[in-house]
């Protein structure tokens, strides 16, 4: 079975951080260093040509603790610059896209960073890397169907030509981290794109999953048979 887009809903960063009796943010942190781990293994061994990444919800950003939050923004700006400082990244074609809300939300030098880091990377199209931040799909919905002029006939096409993400194709494989006795989606992550997604929940916290636990779920993908309503 073919595998062209995987969607990471990770979870667990912050009871990683209090299994260990350390603050949230360092959790987040680790969260961060297994994010580069995993692209690595992707990137090196030609995994998945279009990765999406579920950073942060607009709600994390508003509800969380302010200190927890200020950690969290420094964590992103350190994590990606270093990221994209890597020669891996234009040496293996990454494009790296963030979408969501964060352009509206955030201080004016991550905003200024993260422009600069698609800029940078702006040519490179042998990988797709979406990040997610301050992101609600049904926002993006809305604000899709408000974009719509007046007196236009709507289709399903017309709405996904305004969506942020509407360069992104349909996700074959959820892999959501941090699930025990619960599982289930949250976040309205994607929703346009992940109608048909197969869904693969594990209890492994999001900054223990490893390159071991991703072969897992994609050996666990190709067992399946992805009818899509037939």
Same mark, same amino acid.
């Given at each position: 079975?073919?595998?062209?887009?995987?969607?990471?809903?990770?979870?667990?960063? @912050?009871?990683?951080?209090?299994?260990?009796?350390?603050?949230?943010?360092?959790?987040?942190?680790?969260?961060?260093?297994?994010?580069?781990?995993?692209?690595?293994?992707?990137? #090196?061994?030609?995994?998945?040509?279009?990765?999406?990444?579920?950073?942060?919800?607009?709600?994390?950003?508003?509800? @969380?603790?302010?200190?927890?939050?200020?950690?969290?923004? #420094?964590?992103?700006?350190?994590?990606?610059?270093?990221?994209? #400082?890597?020669?891996?990244?234009?040496?293996?074609?990454?494009?790296?896209?963030?979408?969501?809300?964060?352009?509206?939300?955030?201080?004016?030098?991550?905003?200024?960073?993260?422009?600069?880091?698609?800029?940078?990377?702006?040519?490179?199209?042998?990988?797709?890397?979406?990040?997610?931040?301050?992101?609600?799909?049904?926002?993006?919905?809305?604000?899709?169907?408000?974009?719509?002029?007046?007196?236009? #006939?709507?289709?399903?096409?017309?709405?996904?030509?305004?969506?942020?993400?509407?360069?992104?194709?349909?996700?074959?494989?959820?892999?959501?981290?941090?699930?025990?006795?619960?599982?289930?989606?949250?976040?309205?992550?994607?929703?346009?794109?992940?109608?048909?997604?197969?869904?693969?929940?594990?209890?492994?916290?999001?900054?223990?999953?490893?390159?071991?636990?991703?072969?897992?779920?994609?050996?666990?993908?190709?067992?399946?048979?992805?009818?899509?309503?037939?």
């Amino acid at each position: 079975m073919e595998l062209n887009h995987i969607l990471f809903i990770p979870d667990g960063n @912050r009871r990683w951080a209090k299994k260990r009796g350390q603050n949230p943010w360092e959790g987040h942190k680790a969260g961060a260093e297994s994010f580069k781990e995993l692209m690595d293994f992707i990137t #090196k061994n030609n995994v998945v040509k279009n990765i999406s990444f579920w950073a942060m919800s607009k709600d994390n950003f508003i509800k @969380r603790p302010k200190k927890e939050i200020s950690f969290l923004i #420094k964590i992103i700006n350190e994590a990606f610059k270093s990221f994209t #400082k890597d020669k891996n990244i234009n040496d293996r074609g990454v494009n790296i896209r963030f979408y969501g809300e964060w352009d509206k939300i955030f201080d004016k030098k991550t905003v200024q960073n993260l422009k600069q880091i698609e800029k940078d990377t702006k040519n490179n199209n042998r990988f797709f890397l979406s990040i997610l931040l301050a992101y609600d799909g049904k926002v993006e919905l809305i604000e899709s169907i408000n974009n719509l002029k007046k007196n236009i #006939k709507v289709t399903a096409e017309k709405i996904k030509e305004n969506l942020w993400t509407k360069s992104l194709p349909d996700v074959d494989l959820i892999i959501r981290t941090g699930v025990k006795n619960d599982p289930h989606l949250s976040g309205n992550v994607l929703l346009w794109q992940t109608s048909y997604s197969q869904l693969y929940f594990t209890e492994t916290l999001w900054p223990d999953l490893n390159k071991i636990e991703l072969k897992k779920a994609i050996l666990d993908f190709a067992k399946r048979q992805r009818r899509k309503g037939k």
